[in-house]
């Protein structure tokens, strides 16, 4: 059974930093990894993602402030937040799939992610 557990949200102000983690169980470790968001009244994003192979990408609106990492041995997913906004408060959740889900230019929907944590809530104060 696969099991996605995510920790690391809190609360922050502006240009502040967080990082979270995303411990997982169950599958193996050749995979596209990945942390999608979610606000209140907004449809799930795509923040980054992360192949086997250790290529990345990420939404613009986080590219350059945002970096995704994994460990490998201890298998778990790692979301770097620097220079946090108000408009990322969210509801975070890491996702895992098959690894050409990493080679979909619509990764950032999330569709072809099929397991998924519970969450963790960041919320970024101005």
């Known amino acids: 059974q696969v099991q996605l557990v995510e920790s690391g949200g809190g609360s922050v102000g502006a240009g502040g930093s967080l990082r979270l983690s995303c411990a997982a169980s169950?599958?193996?470790?050749?995979?596209?990894r990945g942390w999608f968001r979610q606000a209140p009244g907004k449809q799930r994003e795509g923040v980054a993602i992360?192949?086997?192979?250790?290529?990345?990408a990420y939404a613009d609106s986080v590219m350059g402030r945002f970096t995704i990492s994994q460990d490998n041995a201890k298998n778990t997913l790692y979301l770097q937040m620097s220079s946090l906004k108000p408009e990322d408060t969210a509801m975070y959740y890491c996702?895992?799939?098959?690894?050409?889900?990493?080679?979909?230019?619509?990764?950032?929907?999330?569709?072809?992610?099929?397991?998924w944590g519970q969450g963790t809530q960041v919320t970024v104060s101005s």
């Open positions: 996702a895992a799939g098959q690894y050409l889900a990493c080679y979909s230019a619509s990764w950032h929907s999330g569709r072809d992610f099929t397991y």
């Open positions: 169950g599958y193996t470790n050749k995979s596209c």
């Open positions: 992360i192949g086997s192979n250790g290529g990345t």
